[in-house]
């Protein structure tokens, strides 16, 4: 797993879910199903993709209900389609109902991230570019979006704030300039002894030749640019520093924007910018259920 996949992330995660969904107590289930009655359901896939979420459903499973078995039938990352069962749970039929719209609120929107990472990455695969994710996130529920797109095979660019220095164009313009705005970073990192990577924004080839007269900076981001521009500012950095492409890129636009030579693609639409895969959770009913 990424290292932002703790099991004390997850646990605070799922907690928060169930106070949010449950609160003080699934009360359908309650009225309508005996606490003691046994169950069966399968995650029914309804149209092709990839499925992610498979190992957080089973914590969620486990976490409300520890006697509850799950059967995996497809792992995540797998390409699905139609038809296809994801897993089985069996235990108390009560404890499936309650755990059902989390489980699926949960997997429908990873595996509409995975889907998506998995099919802007495969457009790629013949360049030397990562394809990346952006903070553009759910609030709360970034580290599940960032797991999928890794599922999806994308990799994760920083997870938050605190883990990566980078100079957008408003730090830029409220610093005075990008001199200013790298002169300060580093002053501060070194101030507060910190080891982290800086990363600064660029909007034009003066803008490029400024950061790389200046120095300092680990990566170098082209935004917006077109890619003439972005041809000639990999070459003018000519690998002094890594580079990563931004702004706006959808599946029309990467192809180019890959073979312009960059390291790193980021897309914030992975996250953002997503249709939740149509699974659904189904109860299994025995022949003697049938009959009564």
């Not at 069962?85 to 235990?91: A, D, L, R």
């Not at 029309?252 to 914030?268: C, H, K, L, M």
Request: charge should be negative; include cysteine; aromatic fraction near 6%.
């Amino acid at each position: 797993m990424q290292e932002y996949l703790t099991k004390e992330r997850l646990t605070s995660f799922i907690q928060a879910a169930f106070q949010e969904d449950v609160g003080e107590g699934d009360h359908s289930t309650l009225a309508a199903v005996p606490a003691d009655q046994p169950g069966k359901a399968q995650l029914l896939i309804k149209e092709p993709g990839v499925i992610a979420g498979l190992e957080l459903a089973k914590m969620i499973f486990h976490f409300h209900d520890p006697e509850l078995q799950v059967e995996t039938q497809v792992a995540d990352g797998q390409t699905v389609g139609p038809g296809q069962i994801g897993f089985w749970v069996t235990g108390k039929a009560a404890s499936i109902l309650t755990t059902e719209r989390l489980v699926l609120n949960c997997m429908q929107r990873m595996s509409g991230i995975a889907t998506k990472t998995k099919a802007m990455h495969a457009l790629i695969q013949h360049t030397n570019a990562r394809l990346l994710d952006t903070r553009k996130t759910t609030p709360n529920f970034r580290m599940l979006e960032k797991w999928a797109v890794s599922i999806g095979g994308g990799k994760n660019h920083r997870f938050a704030l605190y883990d990566m220095i980078m100079l957008k164009d408003n730090h830029i313009d409220f610093a005075g300039g990008i001199s200013r705005a790298i002169t300060a970073a580093k002053t501060y990192l070194q101030r507060e002894e910190l080891n982290l990577k800086i990363e600064i924004e660029t909007r034009s080839l003066d803008e490029v030749r400024e950061v790389m007269r200046v120095g300092g900076v680990d990566i170098i981001m082209l935004d917006n640019m077109d890619v003439p521009t972005m041809k000639e500012a990999v070459r003018m950095i000519g690998g002094r520093y890594e580079t990563e492409a931004s702004g706006g890129i959808d599946e029309q636009r990467i192809v180019p924007i890959a073979e312009s030579g960059v390291d790193y693609i980021s897309v914030g639409a992975l996250t953002h910018h997503v249709k939740s895969l149509d699974i659904s959770l189904k109860a299994v009913r025995s022949p003697q259920q049938i009959a009564d």
